[in-house]
């Protein structure tokens, strides 16, 4: 079984700094993908960034960016110059390629930016 | 155009109630879920649609019953809830979907909050 963790429950930054999420997980499976997504108070889930196993470049959307590390299963989020906006839950998902689509996300961090 | 929408917004129904909830997208997408989420945890996964058919059923008790009309549309019947069903309930669909194929991102309508007294 596929299980992702997130061991920071609530982070909190200054606007305009930049904050690292982490995320770990665990499988015995090669092939998978790997997303974050934000849930902000109006609650609509929203893809942050995604990334595939077998890609070694981490991937990168604007001031959003990853450290993808496959050998330790480690897959943290880092945003830059933080915004107001970027005040939400994040969750960390984990997609094993040929499981049907099965997603499984971790318990969350909630991330406040302060002004 | 990346959107998935869903009705009611919000949902407030009895135990004997029955009711329904929609959810609907027109980006082509083959594969359609439903997660609930109770406040403060993560989404999990109740159903899943390929191609139309059911291809995920995680041990949802039978008072939840979804249906997939045809590729752009998903319902999901609630009949005799409890009140430890209330949630936010999140509809999504992905790309493209095989049977057996973890294909793509999957995007999120706003959900429907559902109360059960």
């Known amino acids: 079984a596929q299980t992702v963790t997130q061991s920071q429950p609530e982070m909190s930054v200054q606007e305009a700094e930049t904050v690292t999420l982490s995320c770990t997980y665990d499988?015995?499976?090669?092939?998978?993908?790997l997303f974050w997504y934000k849930q902000p108070p109006s609650r609509q889930m929203i893809l942050v960034i995604r990334?595939?196993?077998?890609?070694?470049q981490n991937a990168t959307e604007n001031r959003f960016s990853v450290n993808f590390q496959k050998a330790a299963k480690s897959f943290s989020l880092k945003i830059s110059d933080s915004q107001l906006g970027d005040t939400a839950m994040y969750f960390c998902?984990?997609?094993?390629?040929?499981?049907?689509?099965?997603?499984?996300f971790g318990a969350g961090t909630r991330l406040t930016v302060k002004p | 155009d990346t959107e998935v929408t869903q009705t009611p917004k919000h949902l407030v129904m009895g135990m004997t109630n029955k009711k329904s909830l929609k959810c609907e997208q027109h980006?082509?997408?083959?594969?359609m879920y439903w997660y609930k989420q109770k406040a403060k945890k993560p989404p999990e996964l109740m159903f899943v649609?390929?191609?139309?058919?059911?291809?995920i059923n995680e041990s949802v008790p039978s008072r939840f019953s979804p249906e997939c009309p045809n590729s752009s549309l998903l319902n999901l019947h609630l009949h005799a809830l409890q009140p430890e069903d209330s949630a936010l309930y999140l509809c999504?669909?992905?790309?493209?979907?095989?049977?057996?194929?973890?294909?793509?991102?999957?995007?999120f309508g706003p959900g429907t909050r559902l109360t059960v007294l």
């Open positions: 990334q595939e196993a077998y890609k070694q």
């Open positions: 998902a984990f997609m094993v390629r040929y499981n049907n689509n099965d997603m499984r």
């Open positions: 649609y390929s191609y139309e058919k059911l291809s």
């Open positions: 980006m082509g997408h083959r594969a």
């Open positions: 999504a669909s992905s790309p493209f979907s095989v049977a057996g194929e973890s294909t793509d991102t999957q995007y």
């Open positions: 499988t015995s499976e090669s092939n998978y993908y």
